[in-house]
């Protein structure tokens, strides 16, 4: 997740959806008089002291009602903020997850052996919960109150929701 408190603009990191880029590129291009709040990330040269950054650390993969429940957020907020979301089509969300996991590449890739390597690796408590987590729905993250966020972004056109973003 990333607050930017000055400009009025959440973006909300959906697992597998390009979200590590994304935020990188929002800390990075953020201008040093806003108030911006945002998850760690892998990131070098992570600019976060330069920022005015509330005290509190944001989990990478908040939802709208996490922030309600930790304060990170108003319902103030979620209702005067653009709220930035991104959907990707749940297969290829589903193969890059099973990839990441299995630390495999996508590429030239038997789709039918990695699933079933992955659906094994999920049934051990370890992973259970892990796919608990990032394995949700993307309808956990860009919906609320019964309405989905106001600008969702499709995978394929993530350039055009930076643009606005940045």
């Not at 930017?4 to 800390?27: C, D, E, F, M, W």
């Not at 030239?108 to 796919?131: I, P």
Request: proline share 4%; glycine share 2%; aromatic share 10%.
């Amino acid at each position: 997740m990333y607050i930017n408190y000055s400009k009025k603009i959440v973006y909300l990191a959906v697992p597998k959806t390009g979200s590590t880029s994304v935020l990188s590129q929002l800390i990075e291009q953020s201008d040093q008089q806003d108030q911006i709040a945002h998850s760690k990330i892998p990131y070098q040269n992570n600019p976060k002291e330069f920022y005015n950054i509330p005290e509190y650390d944001i989990k990478t993969h908040l939802n709208l009602d996490d922030a309600l429940k930790l304060n990170v957020l108003t319902p103030e907020q979620i209702n005067d903020f653009k709220i930035f979301g991104v959907v990707r089509n749940p297969i290829d969300r589903f193969i890059s997850l099973a990839a990441h996991q299995l630390h495999d590449q996508t590429d030239n890739l038997d789709v039918n052996h990695l699933v079933e390597q992955y659906l094994k690796l999920m049934t051990t408590e370890k992973y259970s919960r892990l796919q608990t987590r990032l394995g949700k729905s993307q309808v956990h993250w860009l919906v609320h109150d019964n309405k989905s966020i106001n600008c969702l972004y499709l995978y394929e056109k993530i350039e055009d929701m930076m643009s606005i973003l940045c």
